[in-house]
């Protein structure tokens, strides 16, 4: 897994945060002042990159959080199978599978070649290149 930690006042709106082990991007940030006592909270809300779903978390702003090391890569589509796809990266030559989108589901066809992201240990498909 290839995370780092950063303070939760550096996060910004339309980064990656780690959220209950998911990498999740950034909606919204709200901060609130600190009392006579206390420390300033920052309020972030984000939503799964792969599972799409919302999470949040409240937290001083000197506190750590992890960040995932999201990686964009290139394959090309070798087959497509039902609702799977097989792809080879262009780089290392790997192969693997990994689920179709639903709004890439009519772009896909063998041999053209596609963007996607990989973070901890899991794959998605983001468009399809040219």
């Not at 996060?11 to 300033?40: C, F, R």
């Amino acid at each position: 897994m290839s995370k780092k930690v950063v303070e939760v006042k550096t996060l910004k709106v339309g980064k990656y945060v780690i959220i209950d082990g998911e990498a999740s991007k950034i909606t919204n940030i709200s901060t609130s002042s600190p009392g006579k006592h206390g420390s300033a909270k920052a309020r972030v809300e984000a939503v799964g990159i792969f599972d799409n779903q919302k999470r949040s978390f409240v937290k001083p702003v000197d506190s750590k959080v992890d960040i995932p090391i999201i990686d964009k890569r290139t394959a090309q589509v070798i087959a497509i199978m039902g609702g799977d796809v097989q792809l080879m990266d262009l780089e290392t030559y790997e192969t693997f599978e990994t689920p179709i989108p639903d709004e890439l589901s009519e772009q896909l066809v063998e041999g053209v070649e596609v963007e996607y992201i990989e973070a901890l240990g899991q794959r998605k498909l983001m468009r399809t290149k040219g």
